[in-house]
């Protein structure tokens, strides 16, 4: 079964300092994995996708994540930190290519001091 | 503007009183989604459909039905609603062919059932 695991619920940074989340996955085939994230009273954007092309990825925002599979990881990056990024981070699999079916982890609140 | 818009963005109900939650894309997307989310257990899928007359259950259905009669629409409906089904609800879609893995997701509607 595939499933997506946050290594980290909060993440507090100060702006203009690096950003690092946290997922590990396990999957019995090669993954499509995602970040999504989640602001305040708002939906769920998609940040970035990895579907088996080039390993690192490029998402919105200055956001990338690099898929490891020999570390099962696929942690999501941005070098400088802004006030707006503050939100919530979901790193989800594609759990059943059939149905679409996403699992997503249970989150990871990004905290941006001043 | 693509979106997936969702109606209403919040409801307040009593036990057994019947309801719709609406769901639309203008994306011409084949297939359509709706997803729960409570703290702590991320995202589950309720229902989907791969397109019209098409829907399947997710890892969730019991007390909830959906209808596809339309390509744009994804109504979700609580028959006899219970607290337990107090969540937040999102609408999501993907193409058929093109990127079918990215899912669009709505902005959510807030249910809390008395």
């Known amino acids: 079964a595939q499933s997506v695991t946050q290594l980290d619920s909060h993440v507090s940074v100060s702006e203009g300092t690096p950003v690092l989340l946290r997922c590990n996955y396990s999957?019995?085939?090669?993954?499509?994995l995602f970040w999504y994230v989640q602001h305040p009273n708002k939906g769920l954007q998609l940040l970035l996708k990895?579907?088996?092309?080039?390993?690192l990825v490029k998402g919105i925002n200055g956001f990338e994540a690099e898929f490891k599979k020999s570390e099962t990881s696929f942690h999501l990056t941005k070098p400088s930190a802004h006030m707006s990024d503050a939100a919530e981070y979901f790193c989800?699999?594609?759990?059943?290519?059939?149905?679409?079916?996403?699992?997503f982890g249970s989150g990871t609140r990004l905290q941006v001091q001043p | 503007e693509a979106q997936v818009t969702q109606n209403p963005r919040y409801l307040i109900t009593v036990t057994g009183k019947k309801l719709t939650v609406t769901c639309s894309q203008n994306?011409?997307?084949?297939?359509m989604s709706w997803y729960r989310q409570d703290p702590g257990l991320g995202l589950r899928q309720i229902y989907y459909?791969?397109?019209?007359?098409?829907?399947d259950k997710g890892d969730v259905p019991e007390g909830y039905k959906v209808s596809r009669k339309e390509k744009r629409n994804f109504p979700l409906i609580l028959e006899s609603p219970s607290p337990n089904q107090t969540s937040l609800y999102f609408c999501?879609?993907?193409?058929?062919?093109?990127?079918?893995?990215?899912?669009?997701f709505g902005p959510g509607t807030r249910l809390l059932v008395l």
């Open positions: 999501a879609s993907s193409h058929g062919f093109v990127s079918p893995e990215t899912q669009y």
């Open positions: 459909s791969m397109n019209v007359e098409v829907t």
């Open positions: 989800v699999v594609n759990t059943d290519t059939g149905r679409r079916a996403l699992t």
């Open positions: 999957s019995s085939y090669s993954p499509s």
């Open positions: 990895y579907t088996s092309a080039a390993t």
């Open positions: 994306m011409n997307h084949e297939y």
